[in-house]
């Protein structure tokens, strides 16, 4: 993977969702950035964050990824909702130390995401 800017992009919609204080912004600054930030301070409502990649591996397809960061607190997963429209991935997390966010992945966001989300996002992944 390179991080080019040759080629026609293909836009790819990520949503990650889960409890707050889980790390889902700590991933996304991994993933954008390289860098790993601890104690990042909870988000409020959404925040965006994009990044395009060129894959050599697919004849140098250049994937334009747009990445929502959705708020994790109850009173904000009204919000989340918007966010699956289009979503081309969705990304689920939860604190391994952190029992109930476990729970509220199998109990709240997996449900919400299959009632949600674009019908071709329901043949997801679970791992």
């Known amino acids: 993977m390179e ?11 990520v949503v990650i969702l889960g409890e707050s204080g889980v790390g889902k912004t700590s991933i996304i600054s991994r993933f954008i950035s390289d860098n790993f930030e601890v104690g990042i301070a909870s988000s409020t ?10 894959f050599k591996q697919y004849q140098n397809q250049v994937i334009n990824f747009e ?4 708020a994790g607190q109850e009173k904000f997963r009204a919000l989340a909702k918007i966010f699956y429209k289009e979503s081309t991935i969705a990304i689920l997390v939860y604190d391994i130390t952190n029992e109930n966010s476990f729970n509220e992945i199998q109990n ?11 019908k071709d996002l329901s043949k997801f992944l679970i791992i």
């Open 3 to 13: 991080d080019d800017d040759d080629g026609e992009p293909k836009n790819c919609k």
């Open 45 to 54: 409502g959404a925040s965006y964050a994009c990044k395009k990649m060129k």
């Open 67 to 70: 990445i929502w960061d959705t």
């Open 108 to 118: 709240y966001w997996y449900e919400q995401l299959k009632e949600n989300a674009p």
